[in-house]
């Protein structure tokens, strides 16, 4: 399946760049999609909280914070076998055969983000303005045939079983998105009456699009045999649709100076509102918050590269064969469309994208409730549910999640225990420490000490003039 191969190419490139982030991520920081989880719900780290509530930024008591910077990386995946153990082992093939599989149907995700520098500065009349910038990275595997992704590695022999069928109609979709931001926002008490407060905040975000690459197999059906004379698998008596996208830079060639530079993209916006009920025994800290907060609204434009952004029929006759290794040595994923026009018969072109595409952002929906339990003691439980469609081309998307967060946190240290759940990894637990302005932690840390279907880990700092009350 040469649709398939260049599919598989998919997750090889991005596993490929994924590997070689998230292990900067994990081993250099020491350091799904609840990003920062548990941290999240701190009310000592404004920079983190913001981004699942800007309005969150009106709780800062301090003349000013500063976020020097934080990493933030997850993978995770429908058949994943994951673990704590194999961390230090892990490779591009490791990772593959562990992250996606062999099933027939698997969906994976993969992310990575870095925030900061950013401030935050409270001003006499007009509320907390903050200034960010954000680099975030989102890999989506929809219905991948990890059949097809071990047979282009030399183990599929081992793990598939050949001659084995793809399809009937079968729709795929593989795809990896960069993106730069410059984040303007503000937040301020909106309402306020005996016990009751109300507060409001923005976020307007400008949105520059590093890198944008896709590959789409539809209405696709095939046979896949071994040769064992080559040895070499290889896909026959094929058809379907396949469609190429690739815009920006290759995820391969991606420096650190790319983090930084912007380009022509888009504008995005979170909006979100948060209520405090404030007991009269103690007014200071509120007794309970309810949260409710929209986030990533909007698109980023991308201008494809004609010569990789390409629209082909597939049809392989029975007694031909397209060979997964001879046609696919030396491919990339944003330059799978290479592939595809050495064999003209195979895949005959029928259209060509010149034109400007747009790429919605992750928008989801979040909603909290925070209720002090006593001093320093906290519950808190959140939702956040996905507003894109799964296995859009259009969109980058997350997963929805539930997680229920037990903490404890004064002015110098901080402890969170983060329950989640997610229809991809199913329950997570993990552990978030914070240590005066340095924070630590991992969503699965506990789950991943075992078999789990999701690893991932953060790591940052950030100071402000004087210490947070809760």
């Given at each position: 399946m040469n649709i398939a191969s260049s599919y598989i190419r998919h997750p090889h490139i991005s596993m490929h760049y994924v590997a070689s982030l998230l292990l900067i991520l994990f081993f250099i920081n020491r350091s799904y999609a609840q990003n920062f989880a548990g941290i999240r719900t701190s009310n000592k780290v404004g920079f983190v909280k913001q981004l699942v509530n800007p309005a969150f930024?009106?709780?800062?008591?301090?003349?000013?914070?500063?976020?020097?910077?934080?990493?933030?990386?997850?993978?995770?995946?429908?058949?994943?076998?994951?673990?704590?153990?194999?961390?230090?082992?892990?490779?591009?093939?490791?990772?593959?055969?562990?992250?996606?599989?062999?099933?027939k149907n698997t969906f994976v995700f993969a992310s990575a983000e870095m925030l900061g520098p950013a401030v935050m500065w409270r001003t006499p009349k007009i509320g907390v303005l903050s200034f960010s910038t954000r680099s975030r990275l989102y890999v989506n595997g929809y219905n991948l045939d990890g059949r097809?992704?071990?047979?282009?590695?030399?183990?599929?022999v081992e793990m598939v079983s050949h001659p084995y069928t793809v399809?009937?109609?079968?729709?795929?979709?593989?795809?990896?998105?960069?993106?730069?931001?410059?984040?303007?926002?503000?937040?301020?008490?909106?309402?306020?009456?005996?016990?009751?407060?109300?507060?409001?905040?923005?976020?307007?975000?400008?949105?520059?699009g590093v890198s944008n690459a896709s590959l789409a197999i539809e209405e696709f059906n095939g046979t896949v045999r071994?040769?064992?004379?080559?040895?070499?698998?290889?896909?026959?008596?094929?058809?379907?649709?396949?469609?190429?996208?690739?815009?920006?830079?290759?995820?391969?060639?991606?420096?650190?100076?790319?983090?930084?530079?912007?380009?022509?993209?888009?504008?995005?916006?979170d909006i979100g509102f948060s209520y405090e009920f404030h007991s009269r025994e103690e007014k200071k800290t509120y007794l309970l918050k309810f949260?409710?907060?929209?986030?990533?609204?909007?698109?980023?434009?991308?201008?494809?590269?004609?010569?990789?952004?390409?629209n082909y029929d597939v049809s392989i006759p029975a007694n031909k064969q397209f060979y997964f290794h001879e046609g696919l040595s030396g491919s990339e994923f944003n330059k799978a469309a290479s592939v595809f026009d050495k064999y003209p018969a195979y895949f005959k072109e029928t259209a060509v994208a010149t034109t400007s595409y747009r790429i919605g952002l992750p928008t989801t929906l979040n909603w909290s409730v925070d209720y002090n339990l006593d001093?320093?003691?906290?519950?808190?439980?959140?939702?956040?549910?996905?507003?894109?469609?799964?296995?859009?081309?259009?969109?980058?998307?997350?997963?929805?999640?539930?997680?229920?967060?037990p903490r404890y946190e004064n002015d110098r240290v901080g402890v969170f225990l983060p329950l989640s759940y997610n229809p991809l990894s199913k329950m997570q637990a993990?552990?978030?420490?914070?240590?005066?302005?340095?924070?630590?932690?991992?969503g699965s840390l506990f789950t991943a000490l075992g078999k789990s279907k999701?690893?991932?880990?953060?790591?940052?700092?950030?100071?402000?003039?004087?210490?947070?009350?809760?």
């Open positions: 930024k009106a709780d800062m008591p301090d003349k000013w914070s500063v976020h020097i910077f934080s990493f933030q990386g997850n993978l995770a995946g429908s058949n994943a076998s994951l673990n704590w153990s194999s961390l230090p082992r892990l490779t591009t093939e490791t990772l593959k055969e562990k992250w996606v599989s062999s099933s097809i992704i071990a047979d282009i590695d030399d183990h599929g399809g009937p109609k079968l729709f795929m979709r593989a795809n990896n998105t960069m993106l730069n931001e410059l984040v303007l926002g503000w937040a301020d008490k909106i309402w306020e009456k005996g016990a009751h407060q109300l507060r409001g905040g923005v976020n307007v975000k400008y949105i520059s071994y040769n064992k004379q080559l040895p070499d698998s290889y896909l026959t008596d094929a058809s379907g649709v396949l469609s190429t996208r690739t815009a920006g830079k290759s995820l391969n060639h991606i420096g650190l100076f790319d983090l930084f530079k912007m380009r022509k993209g888009g504008l995005g916006a949260a409710l907060a929209l986030n990533d609204i909007g698109a980023v434009a991308f201008q494809p590269d004609s010569k990789y952004s390409i001093k320093g003691f906290f519950v808190n439980f959140e939702a956040q549910e996905n507003l894109r469609k799964i296995g859009s081309p259009a969109a980058i998307y997350t997963y929805s999640f539930y997680a229920l967060t993990g552990l978030a420490l914070r240590f005066g302005p340095v924070f630590i932690g991992s999701q690893l991932d880990g953060f790591f940052g700092v950030s100071f402000s003039k004087k210490a947070t009350k809760p």
